[in-house]
């Protein structure tokens, strides 16, 4: 069954990049079934989708985000990424990574469990 | 891209029916067959409940219905239970290959 775990560090400073990684395990990522995407829930806040990318490489943006924002993709290492750049406290947030379901930037259905990031000094 | 529309909360007894609503735009949810829902307990990840309007995925319970009038979708909870409460979310593919959510509606089951 399709499994994904983030990864990356838990603490950033104000106006760094903020990088993470999601592992995805028991699918190849070359498939055509799944676009994959990152999520990410502000303290007390609902849900906002980042970005996703197809194993092309072929990215969507969030237009909100999209000026600080860069997806990619290792398929050889069965590794998707995110890359914020300019963090400020406002980008605190639990961070998902998850797959798109039909290979279209649709529906999320399976998710990673979070991992929480605090932008602080 | 603003954000979709929900109620704050929605609350209601074990064994009720209950009916949360999330309204979007004519570039969501207006032209597009595409909205989902997701459950959200306390500290976990978001669940897919319902895809494209009114599709339950493999293992999503068939007291979960989806609904789509115009801009407005609609989740109902049939024969509520206290594992219901939490936290439900819309999303909607838009327009230039884009997804926006709602802002989520708790549910409280009394």
């Known amino acids: 069954q399709l499994q994904l775990q983030e990864s990356g560090p838990r603490l950033v400073k104000p106006s760094e990049t903020l990088s993470l990684t999601c592992t995805v395990s028991n699918v190849r990522m070359t498939t055509t079934t799944y676009y994959w995407g990152w999520v990410r829930q502000s303290p007390g806040k609902g849900l906002e989708w980042i970005g996703s990318?197809?194993?092309?490489?072929?990215?969507s943006y969030n237009p909100s985000l999209r000026s600080r924002v860069t997806i990619s993709i290792d398929t050889s290492e069965s590794q998707f990424s995110l890359s914020l750049s300019s963090v400020t406290t406002a980008d605190t947030a639990v961070y998902y990574c998850a797959s798109m379901m039909h290979g279209l930037i649709r529906t999320f259905d399976i998710w990673g469990q979070g991992t929480m990031v605090t932008v602080s000094s | 891209q603003a954000a979709l529309t929900q109620p704050a909360s929605v609350s209601g007894s074990p064994g009720q029916s209950i009916t949360m609503s999330c309204t979007g735009t004519s570039s969501d949810i207006g032209i597009y067959e595409y909205v989902s829902w997701y459950q959200q307990h306390p500290g976990k990840a978001p669940k897919l409940l319902i895809y494209?309007?009114?599709y339950r995925p493999s293992g999503a319970s068939d007291r979960f219905s989806g609904s789509k009038s115009g801009s407005t979708a609609s989740l109902t909870i049939s024969g509520l239970q206290a594992e219901d409460e939490g936290d439900y979310y819309c999303?909607?593919?838009?327009?230039?290959?884009?997804?926006?959510f709602g802002g989520g509606t708790r549910l409280t089951v009394l």
């Open positions: 494209d309007v009114t």
């Open positions: 999303s909607s593919y838009s327009s230039s290959s884009t997804v926006v």
């Open positions: 990318i197809f194993h092309t490489g072929k990215t």
